[in-house]
């Protein structure tokens, strides 16, 4: 089945303490990116992908960091979460981008709550 | 860089009536048009999309209409039932790889 996983899906830790979001996809796709959801501010990219490699910021990458070593996984890293960074996050990845559209696959997404 | 405003931030309609929900942008070069709706607790989907060469796109009750000059689209559902009940966004293909985000309609359908 076609699907873009995260783990985990629920998460509750400490202001500081270090953690990774993993996101893999199985549909071979070149574009991968991290969103966050907010109430009253919609999905905000955090990180993007157009490749193996190739990463860059989004719109509020403050406080995030990501790494592209292989095709289908993505993963997030919250060096020093602080509360600020409670939020439900969202990896999603389309077949590539620019030149007209491509539609996103969203995972299942990522409660997060710092304390 | 884009920046994309919806509108209304809710709605709420009887069933059977119709729903607009309507967005600016500010990127003249974006071209691609996205809408997303969101089912409480599931991840966001794809319902439909518009290109920048088109001005209107239909699907069954659902269509989306695009005014390049104005730099404004909408989307229209029809003969709304009570699983249209959902929070939709609008998104605009921003210069530099992005997809910019509305931030969202809650849509309640009263039957």
């Known amino acids: 089945e076609a699907q873009v996983t995260q783990n985990p899906r629920y998460l509750i830790t400490v202001t500081g303490k270090k953690l990774t979001v993993t996101c893999s996809q199985n549909?071979?796709?070149?574009?991968m990116s991290w969103y966050r959801q907010d109430p009253g501010l919609g999905l905000r990219q955090i990180y993007y992908?157009?490749?193996?490699?190739?990463?860059d910021k989004g719109d509020v990458p403050e406080g995030y960091k990501v790494s592209r070593k292989e095709k289908r996984n993505f993963p997030l890293i919250l060096e020093s979460p602080s509360p600020n960074q409670t939020s439900l996050y969202f990896c999603?990845?389309?077949?590539?981008f620019g030149t007209g559209g491509y539609e996103q696959y969203f995972g299942p997404g990522t409660r997060l709550t710092v304390t | 860089g884009e920046n994309v405003e919806q509108h209304p931030s809710t709605l709420s309609v009887q069933e059977g009536d119709s729903a607009v929900i309507k967005c600016t942008y500010s990127?003249?070069?974006?071209?691609?048009f996205p809408w997303y709706k969101q089912e409480l607790g599931k991840r966001p989907q794809l319902i439909i999309d518009i290109r920048s060469n088109v001005g209107e796109k239909k699907d069954q009750r659902i269509a989306v209409t695009l005014n390049k000059t104005a730099k404004h689209f909408s989307l229209h559902i029809t003969e709304t039932q009570p699983e249209d009940s959902a929070v939709y966004f609008c998104?605009?293909?921003?210069?530099?790889?992005?997809?910019?985000f509305g931030a969202g309609t809650i849509l309640r359908v009263k039957s």
């Open positions: 549909m071979n796709h070149e574009y």
């Open positions: 990127d003249s070069a974006s071209n691609y």
């Open positions: 992908s157009m490749n193996v490699e190739v990463t």
């Open positions: 998104a605009a293909e921003s210069y530099g790889n992005k997809l910019v």
């Open positions: 999603a990845s389309s077949l590539s």
